[in-house]
């Protein structure tokens, strides 16, 4: 069985209303995941001192997003990717502070945002997406026409179950400032 590779990801939530969280298209030629919606992200590189630097370092790749406008929240825990990869991924929270999304044509096809309440009172729900000419069960969440689905839509299930008990106290604080 091959070993598992370390990635992180980041939800992004802008500091201004209406606080969209950043949400990236991969590249079609990519060969992981090509095409599909995600968060922010990717392996870890040699380089990367921790995944927190991890997640920045791809924030700033794929959307432009530079260190000095991200505070860092707080994190969930580890998801293992179940479906192609073998990645154990961290995401962490982040509120970003206002500016222009620079989108990295050679990873990223595109980039949208979804209001933070969409998610947190939306929540992901239970789907089935087609993956491979298969019809698999899945957790979604579909917004102006786009569906974001598997590890993503799990991170974010993760995200909303402890929005209310936890991540709340933590992000709002820093929404207002």
Do not use: C
């Not at 794929?62 to 154990?88: D, K, Y």
């Not at 979804?114 to 298969?134: N, Y």
């Amino acid at each position: 069985m091959p070993s598992r590779r370390e990635a992180a990801v980041v939800i992004a939530i802008f500091k201004t209303p209406p606080h969209g969280v950043i949400f990236v298209e991969r590249g079609a030629h990519l060969r992981d995941h090509p095409g599909q919606i995600g968060l922010p992200g990717g392996r870890v590189h040699p380089e990367d001192a921790d995944l927190q630097a991890t997640a920045l370092r791809e924030l700033r790749e794929e959307v432009g997003v530079e260190r000095e406008r991200v505070t860092i929240v707080g994190h969930l825990p580890m998801l293992r990717q179940q479906l192609t990869n073998n990645f154990h991924v961290t995401p962490f929270v982040a509120v970003v502070a206002p500016g222009a999304l620079v989108i990295d044509g050679n990873e990223t096809a595109g980039a949208f945002l979804v209001p933070l309440q969409t998610i947190v009172t939306q929540g992901v729900r239970k789907g089935r997406i087609e993956f491979g000419g298969l019809h698999l069960p899945s957790l979604v969440l579909d917004y102006e026409g786009r569906r974001i689905w598997g590890l993503t839509a799990r991170i974010l299930q993760s995200f909303t179950q402890r929005w209310e008990s936890e991540l709340r106290a933590y992000v709002t604080p820093h929404l207002q400032n």
